[in-house]
Each structure stands twice: as C-alpha cells, then as structure tokens.
C-alpha cells in the first residue's frame, strides 16, 4: 500500500525557516515528487519538483528561498524553505508519481499519490 507522509510544519515568523520532510512507503521508484501547497480560499499550487535525474522546477515566488531535495534510494523527498514571508501560509503536501516522464511539472493533475499535509503558518 503506498503512502506518503509529511512532516516539520509549524508556525514560524516572516524570515524564518522551516525545512519539510516526506517518507514513503509502498513504492518501488518514484519519477517524480513534489511539494504542493493550498491557503485558505485559493487553489493548490505547485511549489517546487524534483525528477529522479536531479532536475528540479520551482514556483517563481520561491526561487532562491526554497530549496528542493530528492532521495532516489529512500524515495524520500524534503523541502528546505528560507526566509519565509506570510504569503507562504498553506498547508503543503508532498505527491508522487512512478510512471515515467521527461520532467516533472507543478501541475498537481500529473500526480497520483498525495500526502495528507502539514501546515505551515508565518506572521508578519
């Protein structure tokens, strides 16, 4: 049975950090992961990808504050995130997709496997 779990939300203040971790279990590889993350009110976006060749994507909003990290053996997936400000309070998932692709976009259609989530919350 696969599943995916995230962890290492909190509430923290603009420009704090805050790094995200999600394990999987059932998989045999993953292609692609990604973090995705939904506010109040707004539709889920994607955030950040990383393919199982290295090549990663980001949000523009959070190019140069978040980093994304893939580990093929493990099938784990972590999300370092630096400097945050208040808009980037949601609850962010962790996805995953086996199937192969050439690259792994932030279009949350192109995962199958979601996490339950973990909330983040920065004040100003």
């Known amino acids: 049975q696969v599943q995916l779990v995230e962890s290492g939300g909190g509430s923290v203040q603009a420009g704090g950090s805050l790094r995200l971790s999600c394990t999987t279990s059932?998989?045999?590889?993953?292609?692609?992961m990604g973090w995705f993350r939904q506010a109040p009110g707004k539709e889920r976006e994607g955030v950040a990808s990383?393919?199982?060749?290295?090549?990663?994507h980001y949000l523009d909003s959070v190019k140069g504050r978040f980093t994304i990290s893939k580990d093929n053996a493990k099938n784990t997936l972590s999300l370092q995130m630096s400097s945050l400000e208040p808009n980037d309070t949601a609850m962010y998932y962790c996805?995953?997709?086996?199937?192969?692709?050439?690259?792994?976009?932030?279009?949350?259609?192109?995962?199958?496997?979601w996490g339950q989530g973990t909330q983040v919350t920065v004040s100003s």
């Open positions: 996805a995953a997709e086996p199937r192969f692709k050439l690259w792994c976009s932030l279009w949350s259609w192109d995962y199958n496997y």
């Open positions: 059932g998989f045999d590889r993953t292609i692609c």
């Open positions: 990383a393919h199982a060749d290295g090549s990663t």
